[in-house]
């Protein structure tokens, strides 16, 4: 009985290991390399969180301290503001579509309206129950869009959606 067992295990171990090969055509580029001839598409991919400096963030707000949140695909930020405390968030899909962003938005119950920043088409996106938060996504000068969220966490704060507005123009100026 033995014997059965151990020639249908191996069989199976052949099959598997059969379908497991596959051959990748092109050349082997280094993690964080340029290919030559590549695009530059993603240029500035590992920067994109330094788009608008922590000062002029502060500023947008209407705030003064500002700490430094987590960085990746989407850069946080918290700032001391004239009410309270800020959040502030950045994003850059960097194959997204403004079409994405507006129906995200509205799938997730979010008051939207079609705006410009700088000329460029834009959507300004608010939470019905927080009048403290708005956010606005916009074409980036290089692919994708941008998005800026600006969320007082008291009462008595300046209007969210100014402050993302702001925050907006100042990446495209910086970005141009």
Known sequence: MKRRVVPAVAVVGVLALSGCGATVDGTPVAEGATAP???SEYAKLLTECDVVAPEHIADAVGGGAIERGFFGAICRWSVDG???????????????ALDVERETSQRLGYAVEDTTVDGRRAVLSRQPQDPGACGIAVGSPYSGVIGWWVQYRAAGHPDPCEAAATLAKLALDVSA
């Open 82 to 96: 004239p009410a309270g405390p800020v959040r502030v968030t950045f994003d850059w899909f960097e194959t997204g």
């Open 37 to 39: 001839g590549s695009s």
